[in-house]
């Protein structure tokens, strides 16, 4: 049975050479993949923005969910982690085939931790950091790798480039603090955990979805509660009480070293301004330019005024 490819995921056709021979080749390797490990298609496919996800069942009727995701460097690990994790606070991995990037998950629900009150959901979310940040694997990447090469890349930002230099300075500062410091590393980390990758699930209400894992420290993790779910930010009385206090409810919830957590904030907000710098001209995203920019700026100042 052909799984058809939603319309908006073949528009990602438009990304260049790459993504078009992915796609290309998808319904094939979906129709093998499903004769290979013995599947029938149970419903309508869905998809993010690097994977493809389609309803299944098992040989023995078991539901589950086929993801196959265009290979790039944040997904190398997931199958890695899912193993590690053997679905204490995490979705359950059936059967892996990283040569083809594909991966048989325990089925989930829709429902993720969008429609709860961000207080809500930013403590769900802390309460699942304990099950997550397992002893680090050794075939991670590790955090401080990162940190070392963005404190150059900070400290390389012409004067004129659109970010107040003082906060460039600071964050260049803490990432080159960050990454000589040994608790930076040993835990592995998912780095991606915000409201939608996190989904209702039947062995237990919320389980974890999508890791982009590597070996960190678990601080670096609060950074996506602050930045997604912004249009209610926006709406607050203020955008710094509403950063910090969601701020305050995940550090508060998860036992973690206000500093510290304020110090990978700031690091992690000024670098996501540079990634969208360093853009080549005309690159298209969801968020205009200037307003994610001042977005990272924001989350940056809020967390510590």
């Not at 950091?129 to 075939?139: I, K, M, R």
């Not at 960190?216 to 609060?222: A, F, K, L, N, S």
Request: proline fraction near 7%.
């Amino acid at each position: 049975m052909s799984v058809p490819i939603p319309a908006t995921f073949a528009r990602y056709a438009a990304r260049g050479p790459a993504w078009a021979d992915f796609l290309d080749r998808l319904p094939r390797l979906l129709g093998d993949l499903v004769a290979d490990w013995q599947l029938t298609v149970d419903g309508e496919p869905a998809h993010g923005h690097a994977a493809l996800v389609v309803p299944v069942r098992t040989r023995s009727g078991r539901p589950a969910a086929l993801k196959v995701g265009y290979r790039h460097e944040e997904a190398e690990h997931e199958s890695l982690a899912l193993q590690h994790w053997h679905g204490r606070g995490a979705v359950q991995l059936l059967r892996a085939d990283p040569h083809r990037s594909a991966l048989l998950l325990e089925r989930l629900h829709a429902e993720d931790l969008g429609d709860l009150w961000d207080v809500e959901a930013c403590e769900i979310v802390a309460g699942l950091y304990g099950q997550l940040h397992v002893p680090a694997p050794p075939q991670l990447r590790l955090l401080p790798s990162y940190a070392e090469r963005w404190a150059r890349e900070l400290d390389a930002l012409p004067r004129d480039a659109p970010l107040p230099r003082r906060l460039v300075e600071q964050a260049a500062a803490l990432a080159r603090d960050l990454s000589r410091d040994e608790a930076s590393s040993g835990r592995m980390i998912h780095t991606d955990l915000h409201y939608a990758n996190v989904l209702a699930g039947d062995r237990v209400p919320w389980l974890v979805i999508d890791p982009k894992p590597l070996n960190g420290d678990p601080h670096y993790e609060v950074a996506p509660m602050l930045w997604n779910r912004w249009e209610e930010i926006g709406s607050a009385r203020s955008v710094r009480d509403g950063v910090r206090r969601r701020f305050h409810t995940v550090v508060d919830a998860a036992g973690f070293d206000e500093r510290r957590a304020r110090d990978w904030v700031v690091v992690r907000m000024l670098v996501n301004a540079l990634w969208r710098l360093q853009d080549p001209p005309g690159t298209r995203r969801l968020t205009a330019d200037n307003d994610h920019v001042t977005r990272c700026v924001a989350v940056a100042k809020a967390v510590q005024d």
